[in-house]
């Protein structure tokens, strides 16, 4: 399981869509992913007093677009996705208590 981090108003946005994109698809060429154990250091460097998270969780096997993992700035590899996360793979949404 991968997961991506939105806010609720950004979901609800594209709900009548197949698929969703996040802002960084357009501004970078990819969606911002994390693997279990990165989510939280996600949440504690990005989205600090960022009220009304969603944490959806990601079949990797059911995307359509290309997933690789790539290295950040302090050389973790992070999985990227590039281009629109297919909702069919996405298989919970959890509301993130802060």
């Keep these: 399981m991968i997961y991506h981090i939105t806010t609720r108003a950004a979901w609800q946005q594209q ?23 990165q989510v939280a250091g996600v949440l504690e460097r990005y989205y600090q007093g960022v009220p009304d998270l969603l944490l959806l969780h990601i079949d990797p096997n059911k995307l359509t677009h290309d997933l690789r993992y790539e290295a950040a700035t302090n050389n973790e ?22």
């Design 77 to 98: 590899h992070f999985p990227h996705l590039y281009g629109a996360l297919n909702k069919d793979a996405v298989v919970e949404v959890e509301a993130i208590r802060q």
């Design 15 to 37: 709900a009548d869509q197949a698929e969703y994109e996040a802002e960084s698809l357009h501004s970078e060429g990819f969606i911002h992913l994390s693997t279990t154990g």
